[in-house]
């Protein structure tokens, strides 16, 4: 079984900082773009940023010179460093792999991790 999991949400005032992150387990062989996505109550998921096998970065508008997102390649892991937190980034924090597995290509959501901004 391939799996992604998420830890690191939690509550923090406005202008905090938190690091979310997200490790795949199972039988892989490869893991291309990584991928976090959000949910606020009400709305739909949107994609807050993504990163490729080779390191290229894209970001949500609402995210952009806040949000960092890295990869560990060799733990299988990719993180979100979220700096100057506003009220408007609580959502809950789901991660996306696009995993090459020994059960074939998979597309592997984690179970989400809230993130609670307080004003």
């Not at 893991?31 to 096998?53: C, F, H």
């Not at 789901?94 to 307080?118: A, D, H, K």
């Amino acid at each position: 079984q391939v799996q992604v999991v998420e830890s690191g949400g939690g509550l923090v005032q406005a202008g905090g900082s938190l690091r979310l992150s997200c490790a795949a387990s199972g039988i892989i062989f490869r893991i291309n773009d990584m991928g976090w996505y959000r949910q606020a109550p009400g709305k739909q998921r949107e994609l807050v940023a993504v990163i490729t096998s080779g390191g290229s970065t894209n970001y949500a508008d609402s995210v952009k010179g806040r949000f960092t997102i890295s990869r560990d390649n060799a733990k299988g892991t990719v993180y979100l460093q979220m700096n100057r937190l506003k009220p408007e980034d609580t959502a809950v924090y789901y991660c996306n792999m696009e995993i090459s597995s020994g059960l074939g290509f998979l597309n592997p959501w984690g179970q989400g991790t809230q993130v609670t901004v307080s004003s």
